[in-house]
């Protein structure tokens, strides 16, 4: 096998969870007045709660206090878990999920890596709490993607070496960090349209044949 494990980010490539960051952070942008749109929030994929706030307030004319900008922070979240707390197993794609138990019965070791801090809470949504070997999240780092941090302390949880692991990201922030962090990355969405990543997926059930390769 050429890989012996597979460290997945989470929103946008295990779950569509990247279209509810969209509309919350959209209702707080429509609610201050600052124009939001795909453009901007393409940048906030992978990046860390506070950093997305930031770029969303690019385009404000008023300046925000530490205090005010982590009240922001936090009414997004708000909105952001009202959408997260109506998910079910249903919101996990069977691409996704037949390439999770294909790769998990040919003794694979399976991780998360994401930025979010919801991480946790949404994989319990999904029906998949108990299911990968390690998972390390937005409550877990100090810095967020591209920084290699994310990538890097779940690979050690799975104590592999980097030569062994796979990343699957669907963001330009994450494929950096997974390279940043010494690993191949497959990508998804937006990260392969930028073509930067080991490999470019058409389809997540690629990811199965890409594991298995002599
Ligand atoms: P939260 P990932 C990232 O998750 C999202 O892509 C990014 O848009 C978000 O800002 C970040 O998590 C923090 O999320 O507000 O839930 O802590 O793609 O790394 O799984
Ligand atoms: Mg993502």
Known sequence: MRYQAVIFDLDGVLVSTDRYHFLAWKQLADRLGIPFDEEVNRRLRGVSRMESLSIVLERSPVCYSA???????????EIYRGFLSRMTPADVGRDVLSALFALRAAGVKLAVGSSSANAKFILQKIGLGEFFDAVVDGTDIT?????????????????????DCLVVEDAVAGVRAAQAGGMDCAALGDAAEAHIATYD????SEIVQIVGRD
Do not use: C, H, Y
Not at 67 to 77: H, P, S, V, Y
Not at 146 to 162: H, T
Not at 201 to 204: A, C, E, I, M, S
């Open 67 to 77: 205090e005010e900008q982590a009240r922001l922070a936090e009414e997004k979240n």
């Open 143 to 163: 810095r967020s993607k591209p920084d290699p941090e994310v990538f890097v302390k779940a690979r050690e949880r799975l104590g592999m070496n980097g030569r």
């Open 201 to 204: 997926l058409g389809q997540f």
